[in-house]
């Protein structure tokens, strides 16, 4: 391979003078090379149009467009599922639903008494 | 879009937007890729007219494939050097069966002027073209794309679809043959 590619610099030079001017010496493509590919391309384009599926015009009722708006389906699901956890949480009336409230109720009055308490515990100590 | 704003867009974005049914992408492409295509045929071939033939056909294929172009893969110009390519080898072997078959008939006398006609004429570049037809054609490409057409070693690979190693022997192959029969044309003339 490295044999290969020894080039002899003298030859490469002149070699060079060839290439540069060959270089310069590019063809430009003709009037006719042009509008014949021009050509191709508008027929090739029409093609494309033509495989491109046109979307069916569609005319929605302002229900369904509302329908489509909120999520669909899925969303209609979730809904339907809240409303029937509400439905069951109203007749049923379990206990949790007013126990939690009242434990909450709780908590923060243990809360305030322990501050009452401690600052008097304070003015006890400095007094 | 407008033509003069083609300019901003790489080739990849006028591909795009050409499947997409722009018009003055095709214009801006043509113009930006059908050039490089000519002159690497034209060296292939040795035929203005033929090359022609093959710079459309190779220009019809890249419209084509536009839709299903996949950006930021091989450079256009790199796909279209490399279609380019494989329409000349097969050219260039269909006129090789012809020749084989016209063997037993009588030769017809050779319409090409003779190598010292062309230095005579002091015409550097058909000289230089009749060097390069005589190289084998894996030479011939190796050297037209990498000191003609000016691409680096791995987009002349890809183009060729060999390694870059292989690129650098057959142009380094290819260069000494070339000095040789330059070499000798001169030598030629000056006796």
Request: aromatic share 2%; hydrophobic share 40%.
């Given at each position: 391979m490295t044999d290969d590619l020894k080039t002899n610099p003298e030859a490469d030079l002149e070699l060079e003078g060839f290439f540069q001017q060959a270089r310069q010496?590019?063809?430009?493509?003709?009037?006719?090379?042009?509008?014949?590919?021009?050509?191709?391309?508008?027929?090739?384009?029409?093609?494309?149009?033509?495989?491109?599926?046109?979307a069916p015009d569609r005319r929605m009722s302002w229900w369904a467009q509302f329908f489509e708006d909120i999520g669909g389906l899925p969303a209609l699901g979730g809904l339907t599922a809240c409303a029937c956890v509400g439905v069951y949480l109203g007749f049923v009336n379990p206990e949790f639903a007013t126990t939690w409230a009242g434990w909450q109720e709780d908590v923060e009055a243990d809360g305030v008494m322990s501050h009452a308490l401690l600052g008097d515990v304070y003015w006890i100590e400095e007094g | 879009m407008a033509l003069d704003q083609s300019d901003q867009l790489d080739d990849d974005a006028l591909i795009v937007l050409f499947a997409n049914g722009d018009s003055a992408a095709a214009e801006a492409l043509t113009l930006r890729l059908s050039p490089l295509a000519l002159s690497f045929a034209r060296r292939m071939l040795g035929d203005l007219a033929e090359a022609e033939d093959v710079v459309q056909e190779a220009m019809l294929r890249l419209w084509r494939i536009a839709p299903d172009w996949r950006t930021g893969e091989a450079k256009p110009a790199t796909w279209l050097y490399r279609v380019v390519n494989n329409l000349c080898i097969d050219r260039i072997r269909k006129r090789n069966r012809v020749n084989v078959g016209l063997d037993d008939m009588a030769e017809p006398p050779d319409p090409t002027p003779s190598v010292e006609i062309q230095m005579i004429r002091s015409d550097r570049m058909a000289a230089l073209d009749v060097a390069l037809a005589s190289l084998p054609d894996r030479q011939r490409q190796a050297v037209v794309l990498r000191h003609i057409e000016e691409l680096s070693n791995p987009e002349i690979a890809q183009v060729m679809n060999i390694s870059v190693e292989a690129v650098e022997s057959l142009t380094?192959?290819?260069?000494?043959?070339?000095?040789?029969v330059l070499t000798s044309q001169k030598e030629e003339l000056s006796s």
């Open positions: 010496d590019t063809p430009v493509p003709s009037a006719d090379l042009l509008s014949r590919i021009a050509s191709d391309a508008a027929m090739t384009q029409a093609k494309f149009a033509k495989e491109i599926p046109q | 380094a192959r290819g260069k000494r043959t070339l000095a040789k």
